[in-house]
């Protein structure tokens, strides 16, 4: 038996005449790692907000623990860890004693907390920084900071809006790697992204979002399979050249996509598109052919860019 | 480009920066001097005017000269003080303005002739004021205004000086605290220092307000015995403000110099 | 179908009512190393007290207190210093600090992803302002004490006094800092508080104005602030010094109950 930690019916967020949040459902199990996926603006951060009972849920069902978040938010928020878009660490304070105030809002014992930060700088490397104040810190340190001061209550689930916008590569890497070891220690995680390949590499079931609802559910496999074919093959092309070719595409691949810079077909079988190509008389100035990824699963979904 | 012509763009910027901020200047500069004239100079007048003491002109009178010399101190100071650590280290367009063809000395001399604008307007200002409130004659005060733009400059220079050796902005209040609240208190603005206890006199004769308040006072009230101002001469004084406005700008220069381009 | 799993470090049984002592606790960790500002913070009015009391007070002499009787000036503008100095610290405190935190630090949203509530932050950063205004209050009686300007022992009553001008001002600071939009908006601070410092009977007794602008002047909760504190400090105690304390505390609650719902409003949307 599967155990939901979240569960929502028809959940919905107002903000006077505007819908953030236009009646979505949706189940989150223990132990999962669940991702929202979609562009700014479609409704991932309102959802993490209500779910974090920071904000009222206008209309609609939800449970979180199978607590009610309108009358029991103080529970609710007792068991779970936040990590917010933005870092609003405490510049007033140190790296440990960032941790250490964030355990006593959670009312842990003086006794319970200390050995709690050891762990945690070292879960989060900044055991060297523990007295640094938090300014000088990189932007990939207040990330892990962050995420640490999220897991001092040793909460029940983690939720993590954005985790790794604006982080170099490197510090990205080094926060997936961190979140990996959450997940093997049986964390059930929440993650909002619009990174395909954080979705990817961190979700085992994902929802995408746009304007709003959710538009498909699955696991990352899954949707490829169901939302885009095998293979995309993106062609570039000189200076002029795209538009008379974009009017030769006609029954070439399973779909196409004019982007502003390129043109994105999409084939179960690349090899006879590329021939079909040459006939046609089009003639790219590069030719790249690779698997179909998340993010043409949204573009299918939602048409339009992702990245915005 | 001249030096000239590139500290007059820096000048400029300000201008434009200033054009969204000047809300903040008006209650400051044009509000605040109203009411301390006639809180301090009328209402308090009143009392001391009746009272213990022996000054020989109106109490009004006494204040608002003091207060035109402050006035200057506390704007010169604001100015050569926020601004520069939002320079540095919060807006950071000094950062960015040196990567134009105009150089930290540029920066410094822009900030200064914009001072000296701002500055003007605001002591006409409160002169005009002064003089509605019948503290002073419309003559003399317009002949203080440029001591007292000389004495807020003088802090402006020294003042940028000292911020650009600081590393954030909380030493910035701790020198409001201790230097330029005390010295606002304690230079002759609102009771002589003849008042002060005979050890602490000499202290107040070193401070740079108390040589802005009594050039004020030497030119604004004719009639001003010993017991308002000293006998030391005009010249002197001018000497000492003119000597701290230039090692002002000449310290602002070299260590802006060096905390922008290191 | 949904299971309440277990959670291991904070059971509901352990999720008290009320926490705002939380928030002086970061404070207070907070300001360990800020000794020397809170420090640093006792020394304005008491400058301001050596530059008026003393200074100017050689100039005026004996002026009448609460009650008409004559007193020296300096023992007449020291409970006006105290009074405005517990008004100036709150609403610092509340305005400019809270503001910052609220809007650029974003403090206090992570803090009520936390079993925290608003209500235990409004209530915790005004306690905290209070907690501050307390230990300013302190040494300056103790000042007045040692120069003389005060003689009767009512004067540590001027300490809870202070405190409660401190509680009015800082609910209503912390309220109109929840309308404010830019820092452009904390110019009315100063074009509110300055007003009040110089005309609320601080300075000289409100009869040197005609009677129309004394009564716009007890208006001025800084008066009644005065008054109340002057009246301690002099040792002079009657019963409108009643109505004085409650016009602070109506104030003051008022200002804490719009705060409360305001913050409320804008920290959970």
Not at chain 1, 12 to 17: A, R, W
Not at chain 1, 123 to 138: C, G, M, N, T, Y
Not at chain 1, 161 to 169: F, V
Not at chain 2, 17 to 40: E, Q
Request: charged share 20%; net charge neutral; aromatic share 10%.
């Amino acid at each position: 038996m599967s155990e939901n930690l979240v569960e929502a019916r028809g959940l919905t967020k107002k903000f006077d005449d505007f819908v953030a949040v236009d009646a979505i459902d949706f189940d989150i199990k223990k132990g999962e790692a669940f991702g929202f996926l979609g562009p700014n603006g479609a409704g991932k951060t309102s959802t993490m907000k209500m779910i974090t009972t920071v904000s009222p849920i206008t209309d609609g069902k939800m449970t979180v623990f199978g607590l009610d978040p309108n009358t029991q938010g103080r529970a609710i928020r007792s068991r779970l860890g936040v990590v917010p878009q933005e870092d609003n660490l405490d510049l007033e304070l140190t790296v440990a004693e960032n941790l250490f105030i964030y355990g006593r809002y959670h009312d842990m014992k003086k006794s319970e907390i200390n050995p709690r930060i050891d762990d945690l700088l070292d879960f989060a490397q900044l055991s060297e920084r523990r007295d640094s104040r938090v300014e000088p810190l990189s932007g990939g340190m207040k990330r892990r900071l962050t995420i640490a001061r999220a897991l001092i209550n040793d909460p029940d689930l983690i939720i993590l809006d954005e985790p790794t916008t604006g982080l170099d590569p490197q510090a990205r890497h080094l926060l997936w790697d961190r979140l990996y070891r959450l997940k093997r220690d049986g964390a059930t995680l929440i993650i909002t992204t619009h990174y395909m390949d954080e979705a990817e590499q961190l979700c085992d079931r994902l929802v995408v979002m746009d304007e709003g609802r959710i538009v498909a559910e699955g696991s990352p496999r899954q949707l490829i399979d169901e939302y885009a074919p095998r293979e995309v093959i993106e062609l570039r092309f000189q200076e002029g050249e795209k538009d008379g070719a974009a009017l030769k595409l006609e029954g070439i691949a399973n779909r196409s996509e004019i982007l502003a810079d390129r043109i994105l077909l999409y084939t179960d079988d690349a090899d006879t598109t590329q021939e079909r190509l040459h006939n046609r008389g089009i003639h790219p100035e590069q030719v790249l052919v690779r698997r179909s990824t998340l993010e043409d699963v949204f573009l299918k979904l939602t048409g339009r860019r992702l990245i915005d | 480009m001249t030096t000239l012509a590139r500290s007059l763009r820096f000048a400029e910027s300000e201008v434009i920066a200033y054009r969204r901020t000047w809300r903040g200047t008006v209650i400051t500069s044009f509000v605040n001097p109203v009411l301390f004239l006639a809180a301090m100079g009328a209402g308090l007048g009143s009392l001391v005017d009746d009272g213990a003491g022996e000054l020989g002109i109106s109490y009004l009178a006494f204040v608002a000269t003091g207060l035109l010399a402050a006035s200057a101190m506390q704007n010169g100071a604001g100015d050569g003080s926020f601004p520069v650590m939002a320079g540095i280290l919060w807006r950071k367009n000094f950062h960015g303005t040196i990567t134009t063809p105009i150089g930290p000395a540029e920066i410094i001399y822009g900030r200064l002739i914009w001072g000296l604008a701002r500055l003007t307007f605001v002591l006409v200002v409160f002169a005009v004021i002064a003089v509605a409130f019948g503290a002073i004659d419309l003559g003399p005060a317009l002949l203080a205004i440029p001591p007292a733009v000389l004495t807020g400059l003088a802090f402006t220079t020294c003042i940028t000086a000292w911020t650009l050796t600081q590393e954030d902005g909380r030493s910035l209040s701790t020198l409001f605290r201790f230097l330029i609240v005390p010295l606002f208190l304690f230079s002759g603005t609102f009771f002589p220092i003849s008042q002060l206890p005979d050890y602490i006199e000499p202290i107040a004769y070193a401070t740079p307000l108390f040589h802005g308040v009594e050039l004020v006072r030497k030119i604004t009230l004719p009639g001003a015995d010993g017991s308002i101002v000293t006998g030391i001469p005009l010249w002197a004084h001018l000497v000492y403000l003119v000597a701290m406005l230039l090692i002002g700008l000449y310290l602002s220069i070299r260590l802006l110099d060096r905390r922008i381009r290191p | 179908m949904s299971v309440e799993a277990p959670s291991r470090l904070t059971p509901i049984g352990r999720v008290t009512p009320f926490r705002a002592q939380r928030i002086w606790e970061k404070n207070f960790i907070a300001y360990r190393r800020l000794w020397k500002v809170v420090f640093s913070g006792f020394f304005e009015p008491v400058f301001y007290l050596f530059a008026v009391g003393i200074g100017v007070g050689a100039l005026v002499g004996d002026v009448p207190g609460p009650g008409g009787a004559l007193v020296p000036y300096a023992a007449f503008v020291a409970p006006a210093m105290m009074a405005a100095s517990a008004m100036n610290g709150a609403v610092i405190e509340t305005t400019f600090n809270i503001f910052f935190k609220l809007k650029f630090q974003k403090v206090y949203e992570g803090v009520l992803t936390t079993p925290m509530q608003p209500s235990d932050i409004a209530i915790g950063e005004i306690g905290w302002a209070l907690l501050r205004g307390v230990l300013y209050s302190t040494a300056f009686v103790v000042v007045m004490f040692a120069m003389g300007m005060t003689r009767s022992w009512l004067a540590f009553l001027a300490i809870p006094a202070a405190t409660l001008v401190g509680f009015a001002f800082g609910a209503v600071g912390m309220a109109a800092t929840t309308y404010m939009r830019s820092w452009q908006d904390f110019d009315l601070v100063t074009l509110v508080t300055m007003p009040l410092f110089l005309f609320s009977g601080t300075f000289y007794p409100l009869d040197v104005y005609p009677p129309f602008i004394q009564n716009v002047a007890k208006i001025s909760p800084l008066y009644h602030g005065t008054e109340l504190l002057r009246g301690f400090t002099l040792g002079i105690v009657d019963w409108s010094m009643l109505g004085h304390t409650g016009f602070l505390l109506v104030m003051g609650l008022v200002g804490a109950a719009v705060a409360n719902r305001r913050l409320d409003g804008m920290l959970r949307k």
